[in-house]
């Protein structure tokens, strides 16, 4: 029997504006645009999908033409959203401006659907979050509501993994009592957000103490490192030439998690989140409509091939 996964989170309307040359401050410059379904939870479900996890998304949407492009799409790659709330109001919007290099240079975010998400909202529908074994949320959500599912997964023996999303986001996380998290995946500067802790070593024995059980380091050049109570397992990277880094970060948790769940050693479940997100930042666009297991291993034989 498969794994069932639920994730929790915004959905948004990304639009990405490439500059073609080194962007000017201050003044107009030339780019192309492209337009996704995008949110982090929404990325993270769609290769999910695609790799053939059972998985559900709980979202807002809103009431507008967007919403029901967005519902149409994601519902065609069989990810179930029977629970998601709708809101009188248009769909979020997440819009950035690259660097000629594929690298973000600013981006900015309209959602009021997400507010929507209340503890209130998820009681509602306990009996379908019961036969979830695994939630995954992002930091879109209200304080309220992350602090709710950190208690109940606990209680009831969900693995709750929590995306920090930005560092202004990440910051919801320092105020909370974290005991029952099975995993966070933030960078650096979002660990230093929700720990308030310079030193990155000093920032993640904190969350280890405040009862996470693992805390996925991302180090961007450097590669990333999944730290345990006793242990850490490291990973490095292959040098790229980047086309666009929205979305990779998310490409890379649904890559673990799908290692995760086939019940792969530590190690590789790293190797398969790492091949994902190279696949992302050599394209365009947050979600590789055309992956699928067999794509996803060749692309582990690809970049790690040892």
Sequence with gaps: MKQKVLCIGATLIDELYFCQETIVPHSSNPAQKSSHIGGVMSNVVQHLALLGVDVALLTALGNDGEAASVRQSLEAIGIDLSASVQVNGPTGKYISVLEADG???VAVCQDSCTASLTVAALEAQWPYLQTFPYWLADTNLP???LQWLIHTAKREGKRLVIEPV???KAAKLATLDLNGVFMITPNEDE???MTNRNTKGEGVGQLITQG?????LS???EGSVMHYATSHQALG???LRIVDSTGAGDAALAGWLYAHL???EALDCLKYGHALAFNILLQKGTVDASMNPERLNHLIQTYYHD
């Design 237 to 239: 990277v292959t040098r």
């Design 143 to 145: 304080t309220e509501t």
């Design 166 to 168: 930005s560092v202004p």
């Design 212 to 216: 996470v059980q693992q805390v996925w």
């Design 103 to 105: 690298s973000l240079h």
């Design 219 to 221: 180090r961007g050049e």
């Design 262 to 264: 086939q019940g792969k």
């Design 191 to 193: 660990l230093t957000a």
